[in-house]
């Protein structure tokens, strides 16, 4: 929590700065300085980038997607080739965790990028003032849908998040060894995860490695909000009622004593030795090298790190459900939308230059078929082809969405103050130092102290 309250504490005093070049005023200024940046953003849709003198502009780019990294350059000459007004394009990809920090770092150096990860939700708000509106001067903005449209609205800072791909988490499964385990399918209930995870282990095979060093993108993020994304609205109502402080029931709520049962009969007891303390990579690895059967809370994005690992992994490897529920139909996956946006600038054609690259990352046919093929993700705007060369897990995702399996996951609408002790809740009861008692408790008193001011 004294970390988090650092950082908003930075925030704060950063966003009383006037004088700060390239970002907009906070809501305590007066409308002048906010005036000053509509007003470029207006005079930016008439700009003919086209026109601008050659290798005028320079671009920033950061993202908290680390399997971009090697690939990225392939969109960066593509995109160049034909916008001579561009001189660099500087991408870089940070690991989710340290992404927060590297935005304060930058903000701070007067050196905020002109393309960030805003996300939908509540979780980055205190960055929308930083932030343009896409709904002009933005051609992807016209092919999104009504509801990305929404998602992507932040109150009076208009459409700021355009949405790029969606993941999907849940199970990688080695279909070779299933096969070899004597399975034909999935398991699609939390029983049928038991008794694969039994096979395996008659079989002298480890069922999985389990990243806990990861509290939030393992713990908190992907695997722990199953109990929101299998009730019927997605666990929006029930998040709704913890943000206002309303006590939930968590101790008699079915959907999060599905979650808890497959960690205590299952995640917990095949978890391999010292999971508390593995990173992502050992176990992505593992996997990688067919050294377990499954990878828990990983998705599609792993295409290029397979790819580079052990490519005829490809060939037998699916992406499904994590069953945490008995009633198949009730198990759903976390879908997340990976989005960018772009942040103000006191230079219109900068600003014009960057909405025009954010387009061509979300809608261009370059990089419908990176996405797609390259990097084995589906694209978020739905009317553009999809490619029959798209890799296996990322067909997986698109046929679970298609069949109303796919659930955006909900911790985005969780405000970003609380990660810290929701992360340090789930690796003591993972660890076994909380109990399922003492965890439900402090999940229902962080909601508490949330609602009570206590994050600020």
């Known amino acids: 929590m004294k970390k988090i309250k650092t950082i908003a504490l930075l925030m704060t005093m950063l966003m009383a700065v006037s004088a700060f070049g390239g970002c907009g005023s906070s809501d305590k ?27 005028s502009i320079d671009l920033t780019v950061m993202l908290p997607l680390g399997q971009w990294t090697d690939n990225f350059d392939v969109l960066v000459d593509s995109y160049k080739a034909d916008h001579p007004e561009i001189g660099e394009i500087t991408a870089t990809f940070p690991s989710s965790d340290k992404y927060e920090d590297l935005l304060v770092s930058a903000l701070s150096a007067g050196e905020l990028p002109n393309i960030i990860t805003l996300g939908y939700g509540i979780r980055r708000e205190s960055w929308w003032q930083y932030c343009e509106d896409l709904s002009t001067g933005c051609e992807a903005y016209n092919l999104l849908t009504k509801e990305q449209i929404a998602n992507g609205t932040n109150g009076d800072y208009g459409m700021q998040v355009l949405p790029v791909v969606i993941e999907g988490t849940g199970i990688l499964y080695n279909t070779r060894i299933l096969k070899e385990t004597g399975w034909d399918h999935t398991p ?40 929101l994304l299998n009730k019927e609205d997605g666990g929006k109502e029930t998040l709704d009622k913890l943000l ?25 007891p095949f978890a391999q030795e010292g999971a508390v303390s593995a990173d992502k990579w050992t176990c992505r690895n593992a996997f990688f090298a067919e050294e377990c059967a499954m990878l828990v809370g990983e998705g599609s994005y792993e295409t290029p790190n397979i790819q580079n690992s052990n490519p005829k992994m490809l060939d037998y490897v699916k992406q499904d459900i994590l069953p ?35 387009s061509y990352l979300a809608s261009s046919e370059d990089a419908r078929i990176w996405h797609q093929e390259t990097m084995g993700s589906p694209t978020a705007i739905e009317s553009l082809e999809v490619s029959d060369k ?11 969405v298609k069949a109303g399996k796919g659930v955006e996951n909900v911790y985005v609408y969780m405000p970003s103050s609380i990660y810290t002790d929701m992360e340090e809740n789930w690796a003591k009861y993972v660890s076994g130092v909380s109990s399922r008692k003492d965890f439900l408790q402090r999940y229902q008193q962080i909601f508490n102290d949330y609602k009570d001011g206590i994050y600020g």
Not at 30 to 38: A, C, L, R
Not at 191 to 210: I, R, T
């Open 29 to 55: 200024d007066d409308g002048k300085k906010q005036t000053t940046v509509v007003k470029s953003n207006v005079k930016s849709e008439s700009t003919d980038i086209k026109k601008l003198p050659a290798g």
């Open 188 to 227: 699609q209930t939390r029983d049928e995860l038991l008794q694969y995870c039994k096979d395996l282990k008659a079989k002298g095979v480890q069922p999985f490695m389990m990243p806990w060093a990861e509290t939030y993108l393992n713990l908190f993020n992907n695997v722990g909000n199953y109990w």
């Open 244 to 268: 206002n402080g309303e006590d939930v029931g968590l101790d008699k709520d079915p959907e999060m004593a599905e979650l808890l049962d497959t960690y205590e009969d299952i995640l917990m």
């Open 324 to 358: 945490v529920s008995n009633d198949a139909d009730k198990n759903k996956m976390a879908i997340a939308s990976i989005a960018i946006s772009v942040t103000k600038n006191d230079d219109p054609n900068v600003v014009a230059c960057t909405k025009d690259f954010a």
């Open 390 to 400: 798209m890799p296996a897990i990322a067909k997986d995702v698109v046929e679970l």
